[in-house]
């Protein structure tokens, strides 16, 4: 019970501090309409017919549907960077330190500033998503009975994902090269703008370190193709192992960094 008590106080706590005007959320729309429409027409000027080489791995017909589930991925999971990258910001004003003097769970601070700041920055653009896919495709452009377990994979994996950047984040006030290294290369490497299977070697094996390249393997295959779970055994069983590092990774790393302040004084209090 505390521990969800815990967890509930950090997302309000986020709201307030984050979201206290319209204009942020006018942004959090703008912005990820923009590069969808952005990569989407990137890609007009060049063959998109059944003769094009990007038809090997995706169906031309469904170019706008690719583009935006992945956009609706990245947006979840590049919302939590940004959580994550605030962390910097509480250990200067000093709010880190009064979070840590309170008999507070450290991974419900964590899940709480993750899942909160997750469904504040992600639900407009989660609507328009919907609302395009309906309106360019039809009711039948997608599989309605998978989105819930498909949206359940993408809630919970982001969430992990969040969790762990923040502790990542604890270890240093200026974390930026971080920042800049997950935008552009999660945006690529993850299959967000182009398939997964038409990288080199090379791009594969960068694209295995983002668990996003697995939650849109998965959510593509269930609400666009079709597919049953049992289809998509091997990114799953390959998604749970990840989730499962980066939780042991979050524990542990949460240890380390309380204990580091202490020794160091790197926080303001400590």
Same mark, same amino acid.
């Given at each position: ?101 309170t ?29 395009? %896919? #309906?309106?360019? &495709?039809?009711?039948q !452009?997608?599989?309605?009975?998978? /989105?819930? *377990?498909?949206?359940l +994979? $993408? =809630?919970?994996s ?7 950047l ?55 295959g %269930? #609400?666009?193709k &079709?597919?049953?779970? !049992?289809?998509?055994?091997?990114? /799953?069983? *390959?998604?749970?192992? +990840? $989730? =499962? ?26």
């Amino acid at each position: 019970m505390r521990w969800i008590t815990g967890m509930w106080a950090e997302m309000v706590k986020s709201h307030q501090h984050n979201f206290h005007s319209k204009m942020i959320y006018f942004s959090l729309l703008i912005w990820p309409v923009l590069l969808f429409l952005t990569s989407y027409y990137s890609l007009k000027p060049f063959n998109l017919e059944a003769t094009s080489p990007i038809a090997e791995f995706v169906d031309p017909d469904s170019i706008m549907l690719f583009l935006l589930t992945g956009f609706l991925g990245y947006i979840f999971f590049w919302s939590l960077v940004q959580s994550a990258w605030q962390t910097s910001y509480e250990r200067q004003t000093g709010t880190l330190e009064l979070i840590f003097l309170t008999p507070v769970s450290r991974l419900a601070f964590v899940y709480g500033r993750s899942a909160g700041n997750l469904f504040e920055a992600a639900w407009l653009f989660t609507v328009f998503s919907v609302l395009l %896919l #309906v309106a360019l &495709g039809g009711p039948q !452009s997608i599989i309605w009975s998978a /989105l819930p *377990i498909a949206f359940l +994979i $993408l =809630i919970i994996s982001a969430v992990v994902w969040g969790g762990f950047l923040n502790v990542v984040f604890l270890f240093s006030r200026d974390a930026s090269i971080l920042f800049t290294i997950l935008e552009e290369p999660m945006q690529f490497f993850a299959g967000v703008r182009l398939p997964v299977a038409a990288f080199p070697i090379w791009g594969k094996v960068i694209a295995v370190v983002f668990p996003l390249t697995f939650v849109l393997d998965i959510f593509r295959g %269930l #609400v666009i193709k &079709g597919q049953h779970l !049992s289809q998509l055994s091997t990114s /799953l069983f *390959i998604l749970a192992g +990840i $989730l =499962i590092g980066l939780i042991f990774l979050t524990t542990l790393l949460m240890k380390l960094a309380e204990k580091h302040a202490k020794q160091s004084g790197n926080m303001v209090l400590f």
